[in-house]
């Protein structure tokens, strides 16, 4: 009786011992980047696309229009738009935004269609814990809706434990939409 508690004992040491060598080669879940430049205006606009960058400088009156419906400051006087087109038509807008969230940076490609929709989001880095990344459905509920309406006083809803994220998230979609409305809708004949 004696040797069968050994040989179960030293089995169950084995066993574990095996249990934590593997963890140990597992590497941790870690958020980083997940596209690069190319791979995301492929995302945007799709496989062979034609893409232009278009570069907006707002004046004084216009950028405090911007900060107005973005609610935010805008910490440069300069957005860059790519604008996705097939054929010389316009598929859709695209920008790139970083902002840092605790104490990391998130970079967001958020997608409009050619009337200023917001189409896509997509997280192309997230350098917090993964924990604190929005998941794509929590962006889905802010497809179509309306700039006015992107906020969490008016049916956006948030998400525990990712406060943060989804603040940041909210607040460079607005910012998007704003210099699209203010810079190339608003300008259109």
């Not at 700039?147 to 943060?164: N, P, R, W």
Request: avoid cysteine; glycine fraction near 6%.
């Amino acid at each position: 009786m004696r040797k069968q508690i050994l040989k179960l004992y030293f089995w169950l040491n084995a066993t574990l011992l095996a249990a934590l060598l593997l963890a140990a080669a597992i590497p941790p879940a870690q958020a980083g980047v997940f596209y690069s430049k190319e791979e995301a205006m492929e995302l945007a606009f799709g496989k062979g696309k034609t893409v232009d960058l278009l570069s907006l400088f707002p004046d004084e009156q216009q950028l405090a229009k911007i900060e107005v419906l973005a609610k935010a400051k805008l910490e440069s006087p300069m957005f860059t738009f790519y604008v996705g087109k097939e054929q010389g038509k316009v598929l859709g807008y695209a920008a790139i935004e970083s902002v840092t969230v605790r104490t990391q940076p998130e970079t967001l490609m958020i997608v409009l269609t050619p009337e200023g929709e917001l189409r896509n989001v997509y997280t192309l880095a997230f350098h917090e814990p993964p924990e604190y990344m929005p998941p794509e459905r929590w962006f889905e509920q802010l497809y179509k809706r309306p700039l006015a309406e992107m906020d969490f006083s008016k049916g956006v809803d948030g998400i525990s434990g990712a406060t943060l994220s989804t603040r940041a998230g909210l607040g460079s979609i607005r910012k998007v939409m704003a210099v699209y409305q203010v810079m190339i809708k608003e300008q259109k004949p």
